[in-house]
């Protein structure tokens, strides 16, 4: 093979092999049969392709990671309601006054307006009234569950008064 | 212009299609023996060329890599649809008029018009084993050298100079059935 195309930067065929080629006939009928073979294959020539090629334009460049749009997008929404809880909570105020319970998120810090608290004297008052209510509660609930004990134990001596006369009348 | 496309220059790649599709598309019609074949690998090749550019380490191996993607597509189409071709019968083929060439060769032995003697150089290669049939292209047609040849065909050299050799001798034999004199 070197001895035929003979490259520049291969290493050619050894002496010992060229010597043999000038004293071998066969070797040497061989050769020439070869380069002209190399002759026949060259009368088949390039031809132009039939059509150019279609690009593909609408594909993701190469080396770089493709992401869908959907994914990109539902990222982006879920970045956004985390940003925006973030900045809500943030600056959160949660109220409770005479107008009622109030929840409010608001980018910007607002200065509370005092119309809108109790006074010391009136969570005083709330709390009174509150821890009253629930000292009549406990109260009253103290008194059915007295009630309750009562009315069971008279039910256990009734039973066992009967039993103890139904024992006597046997005997 | 590879590198310019690795790193993300669109225009690169329509050149790169420009510069090369014409080996590409000369490389798969001696392998298929058929052009609407070798079109459709052109098409094919470019497409994974594009697609897995990224997996190119060394650019300056760019044609020995395009070279290889190009035999794998032709490879993987002519086992698809011809499996049954064999050094056998060296004049089949899926062009139309083959009969009529093999009658016309059998009766004369009158000089031949390119024409003709390029579609029995095409039956020739056609009957010989692929990677044959490849050395013979890459080396005959495209104009590599022996190491780029083992390269493309990621197999020895020595072993790249026995398909080339073989092959070679498998075509003049094939040439000399059907009546060719190299």
Same mark, same amino acid.
């Given at each position: 093979m070197e001895l035929l195309?003979?490259?520049?930067g291969t290493p050619t065929a050894g002496p010992e092999v060229q010597e043999h080629i000038r004293g071998c006939a066969a070797c040497r009928k061989e050769l020439a049969e070869l380069k002209g073979l190399q002759s026949t294959l060259a009368v088949w020539q390039d031809e132009p392709p039939l059509r150019p090629v279609a690009l593909p334009e609408n594909l993701a460049r190469p080396g770089r990671f493709r992401i869908p749009l959907w994914s990109v997008l539902r990222y982006a929404a879920i970045a956004a309601l985390v940003t925006l809880a973030f900045l809500g909570l943030s600056n959160a105020q949660i109220q409770w006054n005479r107008n009622g319970f109030a929840f409010r998120t608001s980018l910007r810090a607002q200065a509370p307006l005092a119309s809108s608290y109790y006074t010391k004297e009136e969570i005083q008052t709330i709390l009174y009234r509150a821890m009253s209510d629930s000292e009549q509660a406990n109260f009253q609930m103290m008194l059915r569950m007295l009630d309750t004990i009562d009315q069971e134990r008279a039910n256990e001596i009734h039973i066992l008064t009967r039993q103890i006369k139904e024992s006597r009348n046997k005997n | 212009m590879i590198r310019r496309f690795l790193e993300g220059d669109e225009h690169a790649f329509t050149e790169i299609v420009r510069k090369w599709e014409s080996k590409v598309f000369n490389l798969a019609w001696r392998y298929m023996g058929n052009r609407e074949d070798a079109q459709d690998v052109v098409q094919e090749t470019f497409l994974s060329v594009f697609k +897995?550019?990224?997996? $190119?380490?060394?650019?300056?191996s760019f044609s020995t890599w395009l070279f290889r993607i190009t035999l794998n597509h032709c490879r993987s189409r002519w086992r698809r649809?011809?499996? &049954? $071709? +064999?050094?056998?019968?060296?004049?089949?083929?899926?062009? &139309?008029g083959e009969d009529r060439v093999r009658e016309s060769v059998a009766a004369s032995s009158a000089p031949r018009d390119p024409v003709e003697t390029r579609d029995l150089i095409r039956k020739a290669l056609m009957g010989l084993s692929e990677e044959h049939r490849a050395a013979i292209i890459l080396k005959e047609? $495209?104009? $590599?050298?022996l190491e780029e040849v083992a390269r493309v065909m990621e197999c020895p050299l020595s072993t790249a100079k026995s398909r080339l050799y073989h092959g070679l001798k498998g075509v003049q034999r094939n040439l000399s059935r059907i009546g060719v004199r190299s």
């Amino acid at each position: 093979m070197e001895l035929l195309y003979q490259e520049q930067g291969t290493p050619t065929a050894g002496p010992e092999v060229q010597e043999h080629i000038r004293g071998c006939a066969a070797c040497r009928k061989e050769l020439a049969e070869l380069k002209g073979l190399q002759s026949t294959l060259a009368v088949w020539q390039d031809e132009p392709p039939l059509r150019p090629v279609a690009l593909p334009e609408n594909l993701a460049r190469p080396g770089r990671f493709r992401i869908p749009l959907w994914s990109v997008l539902r990222y982006a929404a879920i970045a956004a309601l985390v940003t925006l809880a973030f900045l809500g909570l943030s600056n959160a105020q949660i109220q409770w006054n005479r107008n009622g319970f109030a929840f409010r998120t608001s980018l910007r810090a607002q200065a509370p307006l005092a119309s809108s608290y109790y006074t010391k004297e009136e969570i005083q008052t709330i709390l009174y009234r509150a821890m009253s209510d629930s000292e009549q509660a406990n109260f009253q609930m103290m008194l059915r569950m007295l009630d309750t004990i009562d009315q069971e134990r008279a039910n256990e001596i009734h039973i066992l008064t009967r039993q103890i006369k139904e024992s006597r009348n046997k005997n | 212009m590879i590198r310019r496309f690795l790193e993300g220059d669109e225009h690169a790649f329509t050149e790169i299609v420009r510069k090369w599709e014409s080996k590409v598309f000369n490389l798969a019609w001696r392998y298929m023996g058929n052009r609407e074949d070798a079109q459709d690998v052109v098409q094919e090749t470019f497409l994974s060329v594009f697609k +897995s550019a990224k997996n $190119l380490r060394d650019p300056d191996s760019f044609s020995t890599w395009l070279f290889r993607i190009t035999l794998n597509h032709c490879r993987s189409r002519w086992r698809r649809h011809m499996p &049954e $071709l +064999s050094l056998d019968d060296p004049m089949a083929g899926r062009e &139309e008029g083959e009969d009529r060439v093999r009658e016309s060769v059998a009766a004369s032995s009158a000089p031949r018009d390119p024409v003709e003697t390029r579609d029995l150089i095409r039956k020739a290669l056609m009957g010989l084993s692929e990677e044959h049939r490849a050395a013979i292209i890459l080396k005959e047609y $495209l104009g $590599l050298n022996l190491e780029e040849v083992a390269r493309v065909m990621e197999c020895p050299l020595s072993t790249a100079k026995s398909r080339l050799y073989h092959g070679l001798k498998g075509v003049q034999r094939n040439l000399s059935r059907i009546g060719v004199r190299s």
